[in-house]
T-cell receptor, first 113, second 115 residues
Framework: KQEVTQIPAALSVPEGENLVLNCSFT??????LQWFRQDPGKGLTSLLL?????REQTSGRLNASLDKSSGRSTLYIAASQPGDSATYLC????????????FGQGTILTVHP | GAGVSQSPRYKVAKRGQDVALRCDPI?????LFWYQQALGQGPEFLTY????????KSGLPSDRFFAERPEGSVSTLKIQRTQQEDSAVYLC?????????????FGSGTRLTVV
């Protein structure tokens, strides 16, 4: 059974710092990995989707890498801003053709001014 | 519509009451998923539809949970005889294709509180 772990569980940083969120998964037979953002009381917003054949994806200040063989992904956020404060969730799709997602528990990020 | 719409946003149910949660996916999206998110946890898979066919219901926690998508668009998740452990946020997601290559768009969820 696929298990996804995110480290750290919570992170508090001053504005402007570069930071890294970590995600690991136990079964490397995945089809893709997706990073989501969740604001309090809201649904999930997709940030980056990395296919299994890819090594990384970038969108603005966000960069996500994938090392499928070692079961790891990192989300790098450059020049963090208070508006980045949210819960960040990592999810992997595998085991089925339609991409059922297995999520980690999330990293709660607080960026203070 | 432009996004995945879920209703109601909030639902308070007395223990033993039946509830129905609605999901309107993005028009034309073939795949539809339901997830359950307990407080402080990541979402967990409940069930999957490809058009009107329910292809995977392995995540439904008990036979009190039932989902349908009769015309391949709107979906309803029904919970019978609600229990306190059913309290959670129920998220719906849709995807354009049948296969895993496509990303997912999530709705804002329905927060169910059973008292």
């Amino acid at each position: 059974k696929q298990e996804v772990t995110q480290i750290p569980a919570a992170l508090s940083v001053p504005e402007g710092e570069n930071l890294v969120l970590n995600c690991s998964f136990t079964d490397s037979a995945i089809y893709n990995l997706q990073w989501f953002r969740q604001d309090p009381g809201k649904g999930l917003t997709s940030l980056l989707l990395i296919q299994s054949s890819q090594r990384e994806q970038t969108s603005g200040r966000l960069n996500a890498s994938l090392d499928k063989s070692s079961g790891r992904s990192t989300l790098y956020i450059a020049a963090s801003q208070p508006g980045d404060s949210a819960t960040y969730l990592c999810a992997v799709a595998g085991g089925t053709s339609y991409g059922k997602l297995t999520f980690g528990q999330g990293t709660i990020l607080t960026v203070h001014p | 519509g432009a996004g995945v719409s879920q209703s109601p946003r909030y639902k308070v149910a007395k223990r033993g009451q039946d509830v129905a949660l609605r999901c309107d996916p993005i028009s034309g999206h073939v795949s539809l998923f339901w997830y359950q998110q307990a407080l402080g946890q990541g979402p967990e898979f409940l069930t999957y539809f490809q058009n009107e066919a329910q292809l995977d219901k392995s995540g439904l926690p008990s036979d009190r949970f039932f989902a349908e998508r009769p015309e391949g668009s709107v979906s309803t998740l029904k919970i019978q005889r609600t229990q306190q452990e059913d309290s959670a946020v129920y998220l719906c997601a849709s995807s354009l294709g049948r296969i895993r290559s496509y990303g997912y768009t999530f709705g804002s969820g329905t927060r169910l509180t059973v008292v």
